[in-house]
């Protein structure tokens, strides 16, 4: 079955840049897709189609692709964007499913 | 504002059977497709099933085929997700997303653009 691979964990201090990756062999031909979970709350979407950001989200969070890994970049990240990241993108082999990756701790210190 | 409440969700014996509903307001639900996702106690997100805004087309992942089935009823606005022969590795948050589709190299796919709270699903003896 098809799997998205991201870092267990990523720590950055306030004010710097984290950078979360996501590698899968199907990236270069579907979409990816990062949701950001906080303890006991659903997921919010925070970056579409690689790199688009919806409405209400901020300029800090962008989204690149290159090859078979994709970046969730988080800018000036701020003690409010600990949380957990996930990837999400689809099996290009006509099965018509869709994958998450294991998801990103992100850890303000 | 797109709203989406989950509801169906409790204790259930190995076996047994639960109905989880998702009720939508905020926009029109016959237009949209819709997913379950689910999380098992601390672990990551894991996708269930997918609906079309029509409800002609219906996807599952290989760990509930056969087991779990989605519909919707869009007179009432609502998203079902019927779950027989439960497993305890079925035990899990439960949420229903709203989904938009994605043209790509011919065939669309989903991605979930909003999320419900979820509801709790515990599989156990």
């Known amino acids: 079955s098809y799997e998205l691979t991201q870092p267990p964990s990523v720590s950055v201090s306030p004010g710097q840049t984290a950078r979360i990756t996501c590698s899968g062999d199907?990236?270069?031909?579907?979409?990816a897709y990062w949701y950001q979970q906080k303890p006991g709350q659903a997921p919010v979407l925070v970056i579409y189609k690689d790199s688009e950001r919806p409405s209400g989200i901020p300029e800090r969070f962008s989204g690149s692709s290159s090859g078979t890994t994709v970046t969730l970049t988080i800018s000036g990240v701020q003690a409010e964007d600990e949380a957990d990241y996930y990837c999400q993108s689809a099996d290009s082999s006509g099965t018509y499913s869709w994958v998450f990756g294991g998801g990103t701790k992100l850890t303000v210190l | 504002e797109v709203q989406l409440l989950e509801s169906g969700g409790g204790l259930v014996q190995p076996g047994g059977s639960l109905r989880l509903s998702c009720a939508a307001s905020g926009f029109t639900f016959s237009s949209y497709a819709m997913s379950w996702v689910r999380q098992a106690p601390g672990k990551g997100l894991e996708w269930v099933s997918a609906?079309?805004?029509?409800?002609?087309?219906?996807y599952y992942a290989d760990s509930v085929k056969g087991r779990f089935t989605i519909s919707r009823d869009n007179s009432k606005n609502t998203l079902y997700l019927q779950m027989n022969s439960l497993r305890a590795e079925d035990t899990a948050v439960y949420y229903c997303?709203?989904?938009?589709?994605?043209?790509?190299?011919?065939?669309?796919?989903?991605?979930?653009?909003?999320w419900g709270k979820g509801t709790t699903v515990t599989v156990s003896s």
């Open positions: 997303a709203k989904a938009e589709d994605v043209l790509v190299e011919g065939a669309y796919y989903y991605y979930m653009d909003v």
């Open positions: 199907a990236l270069p031909k579907q979409y």
């Open positions: 609906i079309s805004g029509s409800g002609g087309s219906t």
